[in-house]
């Protein structure tokens, strides 16, 4: 009886972490199917004429996706192989945070907290970001990402430093009456310049204050080139180094292709060989 147990436990798990087998496949296509139509039902009910005229069939599709996920998440944690490393990963946090907020919904009674009940609504799209699972790239990104983490910390604190100085300076350049009001003001028109947005809300009216602002703008512009190019390295550098090891696509972790092993030594997820 428990060979039998154990042989229907790996078929499971075959077919819903994996998708080398036809059951795998399907598995992962009517997925993402109800990933795209669940996502396109949510964005259906921000459009208030569609909403009033089809609430009834929407809220009766949504939560037939709700379900859905709820026994999708189920079947995850019962047949993952180590089921606390699968709900505190990223995708397992993911996955609860699809259906969690439909629950959330039901036990708020108040008619007052209707909005909120709404926003609630409105954070199912997570369910957008399980499409992250079916990417076998997605690893390698991941893995540009963490070894970006240092340098992009080092050029967010370049950042803060000029916009701390620069606000301050057109804070005293300029001044309450041409709506610099405060420090974190001018701060909030600092940050709205370097990322060359111009909202416009606040400008500056001084000569000096403009020539310091057409300094920033042209520091904005090298700026924005600089993320860019870390990731973008990054990722060039983790796509060699691939070419002779497997990326797991759960965590991201590198494995050597001369590891005779299956599963990945860091979260122990099934690796696509």
């Keep these: 009886m428990s060979k039998l147990t154990g042989t229907f436990s790996e078929k499971m798990y075959k077919i819903i972490f994996e998708s080398d087998t036809p059951q795998g496949r399907a598995f992962d296509i009517v997925v993402i199917i109800s990933i795209v139509s669940s996502s396109l039902l949510v964005m259906a009910e921000s459009v208030s004429p569609v909403y009033s005229e089809y609430g009834q069939q929407l809220d009766m599709f949504t939560w037939f996706f709700v379900i859905l996920f709820t026994l999708e998440y189920l079947l995850r944690v019962g047949y993952s192989k180590n089921r606390r490393k699968y709900v505190v990963s990223f995708f397992g946090i993911i996955d609860l ?128 080139a600089v993320p860019t190019g870390i990731i973008t390295n990054e990722i060039s550098t983790v796509t060699k180094e691939s070419k002779g090891s497997i990326i797991c696509s759960s965590c991201g972790h590198s494995i050597p292709m001369k590891d005779n092993t299956f599963y990945c030594s860091k979260c122990g997820e099934k690796l696509n060989r």
């Design 97 to 224: 945070a699809a259906i969690l907020p439909a629950y959330l919904s039901l036990i708020i009674p108040s008619v007052h907290l209707l909005v909120v009940i709404r926003l609630f609504r409105l954070l199912r799209l997570f369910t957008i970001l399980k499409m992250g699972r079916y990417v076998k790239e997605s690893g390698t990104i991941i893995m540009a990402l963490k070894a970006s983490r240092p340098k992009i910390t080092v050029f967010i604190f370049a950042i803060l430093f000029i916009i701390t100085i620069v606000g301050t300076m057109m804070y005293i350049v300029e001044g309450p009456r041409e709506g610099f009001s405060s420090i974190p003001e001018a701060m909030y028109w600092a940050t709205v310049t370097v990322a060359t947005v111009g909202y416009g809300d606040i400008t500056p009216k001084t000569p000096l204050g403009r020539l310091i602002a057409s300094m920033l703008i042209l520091v904005g512009y090298g700026i924005i």
